[in-house]
C-alpha cells in the first residue's frame, strides 16, 4: 500500500507570493493533519481535517488555510509568504483522527522562501 | 500552555554505548505520550508509545521507554546503539482532544563506528 504522498517535494517561492501544497493520505484513511517544522525545532501543529471538516487549528495566523476533499485528499495554502515559511510541511493521515488512530507522517515538502 | 521538552539537542556516541535520551511533559490531564525517530531523507516513523499500564514501553528496533507520572518524565533508552540509530529523535504527546500531537525540538543523535 503506498503511504502517505506529498507533492511536491520540493519548492522555492518567493516573499508576497501564494503556495499550494497537496497530500494523498493512505487509502481508507478519512482524517489529515498538517505540520510545519522549521529547521532546528519539532513539527507544530497547523491544521486537522475529518470528513473535510476542520477539526482543530494550530497558532498560525490566517494566512494559512486548508481544505480537504471528497477523496480525503487536501491542500494547504499559504498566502502573502514570508522567509519565516521557510520549512518542511508534512502532511499525517489517520483513520479517524481520534487518540487510538496512528499517524502516519508524508515525507514532507520543503518549501523555500527567498 | 502544554508543552514537551527535550534536553539533549545533539548525542554523539560510540557504536554499542548506551542511549538515554530524554524527554519532560507539561499537562496536568491524561496524556499519552510517544517517540518518533526520522532518519535521513525518511518520513517520521513511530517508535514507541504510552497510552496506559505498564510505564516501562517497550518499541521497534530495541528500542524502550519509561513513563514516570510523578517526574512529568517519558526517556528513551537503548542498550547498545547501532550506527544505523543515528537519526533525528522526537518526543511527542497528544494534549487536548483528537490526535494533534505537540513535539519536543528534537535530539540529534550520531553514532560513530
Known amino acids: 500500500d503506498a503511504g502517505v504522498t506529498q507533492s511536491p517535494t520540493h519548492l522555492i517561492k518567493t516573499r508576497g507570493q501564494h503556495v499550494t501544497l497537496r497530500c494523498s493520505p493512505i487509502s481508507g484513511h478519512k482524517s489529515v493533519s498538517w505540520y510545519q517544522q522549521v529547521l532546528g525545532q519539532g513539527p507544530q501543529f497547523i491544521f486537522q481535517y475529518y470528513e473535510k471538516e476542520e477539526r482543530g487549528r494550530g497558532n498560525f495566523p490566517d494566512r494559512f488555510s486548508a481544505r480537504q476533499f471528497p477523496n480525503y485528499s487536501s491542500e494547504l495554502n499559504v498566502n502573502a509568504l514570508l522567509l519565516g515559511d521557510s520549512a518542511l510541511y508534512l502532511c499525517?493521515?489517520?483513520?479517524?483522527?481520534?487518540?487510538?488512530?496512528?499517524?502516519?507522517f508524508g515525507n514532507g515538502t520543503r518549501l523555500t522562501v527567498t | 500552555a502544554q508543552s514537551v521538552s527535550q534536553h539533549n539537542h545533539h548525542v554523539i556516541l560510540s557504536e554499542a554505548a548506551s542511549l538515554e535520551l530524554g524527554c519532560n511533559y507539561s499537562y496536568g490531564g491524561t496524556v499519552n505520550l510517544f517517540w518518533y525517530v526520522q532518519y535521513p531523507g525518511q518520513h517520521l516513523q513511530l517508535l514507541l508509545k504510552y497510552f496506559s499500564g505498564d510505564p516501562l514501553v517497550k518499541g521497534i528496533k530495541g528500542f524502550e521507554a519509561e513513563f514516570i507520572k510523578s517526574k512529568f518524565s517519558f526517556n528513551l533508552r537503548k542498550p547498545s546503539v547501532q550506527w544505523s540509530d543515528t537519526a533525528e529523535y522526537f518526543c511527542?504527546?497528544?494534549?487536548?482532544?483528537?490526535?494533534?500531537?505537540?513535539f519536543g525540538t528534537g535530539t540529534q543523535l550520531k553514532v560513530e563506528l
Open positions: 499525517a493521515s489517520s483513520f479517524d483522527g481520534q487518540r487510538n488512530s496512528p499517524l502516519h
Open positions: 511527542a504527546a497528544f494534549t487536548g482532544g483528537g490526535n494533534k500531537l505537540t
